[in-house]
């Protein structure tokens, strides 16, 4: 089995050293779980390198928010991309089971730039995200500025641009794998869901992601979190596969022991929708193998 979504840092954790130990710790958790190969998906926004692309970008929101943003920045992006490919290009190239690869957020009207960044970079698969809107952090669910924001906001409007965020970073082609397509859900039945069907919302994002080559994550982060759901709902990822979309599957973890966790109720649904294939990537060249295939 393939685990195409990992950290291998917490994300209160700041200044990190990555080093092929760890790797190597990650990789024996994975195949103690079944997992036969995984892909290393540091968050862009841990590295120096993101400094340029966001400069200026959240100046027009709300002072609370902008404000929380430039912190979030400050603690988190304090290490060097060049460094934390080459280690992982050096755990590769040493035969350990892993992928090079990079969970890319979206920053709205700037995924040019971003493309232009890791265009030099050996990456084997990129992961594109939404995890805000504007500069509101709307699954952090830690933080009490970005969560007081769900109560004063028409939640039909977070949907909305929610979806309008996915369609962009679908459609911009600087990412290979769209990485949990219905975050937005994150907080599960203690915040309201918009009325009626939320195919609305699925169609909406989909004007991006069937034009796009992109293919679409399957993760079991969502059962782990208040949504208690894998990551996409069964109705958005039938409506991506109606489309043609492949699939990635993952756990989204960020310790060892989570790695291919609670992967039983991820493989039922793909069987129950008919997907015999997983997407496998090197050098951001993307390969369908049979599911069967993809196990130890």
Known sequence: MLDYHLHLW??????????LEQIAAYCEAARAAGVVEIALTEHLFRFVQSEPIVAGLFDDEKADLRISMRQYWDHHARNDLDAYVETATAAKEAGLPVVVGLEVD???????????????????????????????????????????????????????????????????????????????????????LPEGDLRRYYELAMDGIADSDIAVEVSTAGLRKRSAELYPAPAFLDMCLQAGRPVALSSDAHRPEDIGRDYDAALALLESLGVSELCVFERRQRVLQPLGSTSA
């Open 106 to 192: 979206y920053y709205r009207g700037r995924m040019d730039a971003v493309a232009e960044l890791l265009d030099g970079y050996p990456f084997d698969v990129l992961l594109g995200s939404v995890h805000w809107i504007g500069a509101w952090r709307f699954d952090d669910l830690g933080d009490p500025v970005h969560m007081a924001e769900w109560p004063v906001r028409q939640v039909d409007a977070c949907w909305d641009a929610y979806a309008e965020a996915i369609e962009e970073l679908a459609a911009s082609g600087a990412c290979d794998v769209l990485a949990h397509p219905d975050l937005v859900k994150v907080w599960g039945r203690e915040r309201p």
């Open 10 to 19: 917490p994300h209160d954790q700041s200044d990190v050293s990555l080093r």
